[in-house]
């Protein structure tokens, strides 16, 4: 998963720092943020409801 000599395609060390800052600085809204990527609501062609965001 993360990035490395043995694995180049793998995600930059700095994504998973910025996930980490943002947990210690405010959770909530980091878990508000992510989940659209997260469920992929916003995928092309995606329809979600809006009871259904807010579940999350």
């Known amino acids: 998963m993360l990035q490395t000599a043995d694995n180049p395609e793998g995600t930059p060390l700095e994504v998973f720092d910025g996930i980490r800052?943002?947990?210690?600085a405010d959770r909530s809204q980091l878990c508000y943020d992510l989940r659209e990527a997260f469920y992929?609501?916003?995928s092309p062609g995606a329809t979600v409801s809006a009871g259904k965001r807010r579940e999350f």
């Open 21 to 24: 800052a943002g947990v210690a």
């Open 40 to 42: 992929g609501f916003n």
